[in-house]
């Protein structure tokens, strides 16, 4: 079904226009709601919720069905639910897609639920996104809401304190077995994922030359960079090695730190390349002459890996450590980020949250530099030689990936012991465009 594998940014009213021509019916991924769910109350004059009649808030009712829908969708293996599309059906037959009918103020609606999932869920549903599409020119429309599979659960609707889960065609309560034996799975889940990190070996296992390089800059000791992302949830892509569509090129581009513009194709201009298929993967390796080398894989379990080694220089300079620069690293998880995004977005998963690890190697007394230039930059140095481990960063979206790059290079900033707090940003809207 197109609505289900089409990422979320791009699903039109077209789109809902074929479920309806379709007699699609609704799955365990896929739930319609016509009008805004409404039940009249003795005494009361409004005959349907309050955004309908009044526009200025959703009402509870209508809230928590919908929330409850959501946290069904989270607890069991993810969904899409679409407002404004009526079904057709009964008891002894399946329900089916029938119509649609506008909602009044369809964006503004979207913002409302979810804001209303950030305050009414809990824990938190990290991968929801939602897509409103106009129908028309006075605002009104259809609202689309997709949250994925959740590793965070069991969720549950705080006025309520049920939990739900999707059974069939319809969102349920969870009974005390359900919520115990969902606990388990989940723990299992996590596990698979520490075991899925844990058998890439380690950073120092990589091969990488180390030798017989000319010195430059005063450079020597050796750096290495992995950045290291996986789905949260089971993924596994078919026919991985004839879909070149799903590698993202990727370009030269700026970054901004703390408002200063940085240009820098360093490593971004060995992101270009031919990737070459491996048994249910995919990955570039650079040529034998690059001092600096960019390793980069894409594998059928959805894991993206980015990996960048410096070569080893001679110690003919004066000058102690090798020079890192703050542009190297973002610019290589910037990648890392935007070959995720493009992954998931093409596989029919955008909600899937990711994690996303960093490590380090580089030797004693190596040098990080904030703005690339050694003599006049804040630098700070690295006291200790040896692998460091960052901690492990969930990333759910787009939205969040400044704040993900902002993050982890403030602990980078910190292994280096120095306190760079500054705000980082990329152009991820160009860097994502084909």
Request: glycine share 8%; aromatic share 8%.
């Amino acid at each position: 079904m197109s609505v289900l594998s089409k990422p979320i940014g791009a699903i039109t009213k077209v789109d809902l226009d074929a479920l309806v021509e379709a007699k699609a019916r609704e799955t365990n991924e896929l739930e319609f709601k016509g009008a805004l769910p409404f039940r009249p109350t003795k005494g009361q004059p409004e005959t349907a919720d309050r955004w309908i009649e009044k526009g200025d808030r959703v009402g509870d009712l209508a809230r928590d069905e919908i929330m409850a829908e959501l946290i069904a969708f989270a607890n069991a293996d993810g969904g899409t639910l679409i407002l404004g599309l009526y079904e057709a059906g009964t008891k002894d037959e399946p329900r089916v897609a029938d119509r649609l009918e506008a909602l009044p103020r369809c964006e503004a609606l979207l913002k409302r639920l979810l804001d209303a999932a950030e305050d009414t869920i809990e824990p938190r549903l990290v991968g929801l996104a939602g897509q409103s599409i106009a129908d028309g020119d006075q605002g009104g429309g259809f609202v689309v809401l997709r949250v994925s599979k959740s590793i965070r659960g069991p969720h549950r609707l705080q006025g309520t304190r049920e939990f739900y889960i999707r059974r069939g065609e319809r969102a349920a309560k969870m009974d005390v077995r359900e919520i115990k034996d969902l606990t388990l799975d989940l723990a299992r889940t996590g596990d698979s994922l520490e075991a899925a990190f844990a058998g890439r070996g380690g950073i120092t296992e990589l091969r990488w030359q180390t030798a017989e390089r000319k010195a430059y800059n005063g450079n020597r000791g050796a750096f290495l960079l992995r950045a290291t992302a996986l789905p949260s949830v089971h993924t596994q892509i078919s026919n991985l090695t004839k879909r070149k569509d799903l590698w993202w090129n990727g370009k030269a581009f700026h970054i901004s730190i703390n408002g200063r513009d940085l240009s820098s194709d360093y490593p971004s201009s060995r992101f270009d390349g031919t990737p070459r298929p491996r048994l249910r993967a995919f990955e570039m390796l650079p040529g034998p002459e690059d001092d600096q080398r960019l390793y980069r894989t894409i594998r059928s379990d959805g894991l993206v890996e980015f990996t960048l080694s410096h070569a080893r220089y001679n110690s003919s300079s004066a000058e102690f450590g090798t020079y890192i620069y703050f542009d190297w690293i973002a610019q290589l998880i910037a990648g890392t980020l935007c070959q995720v995004e493009r992954l998931r977005s093409l596989i029919g998963q955008d909600t899937t949250s990711y994690a996303l690890e960093l490590e380090i190697w580089s030797g004693e007394g190596s040098r990080m530099l904030l703005f690339g230039d050694r003599h006049t930059a804040p630098s700070g140095q690295l006291t200790q030689a040896g692998p460091i481990l960052l901690p492990r960063i969930e990333v759910a979206g787009v939205a969040e990936f400044s704040s993900v790059l902002s993050l982890l290079l403030l602990d980078i900033s910190n292994a280096w012991g120095q306190h760079w707090d500054f705000p980082v940003t990329a152009p991820w809207d160009t860097l994502l465009r084909d």
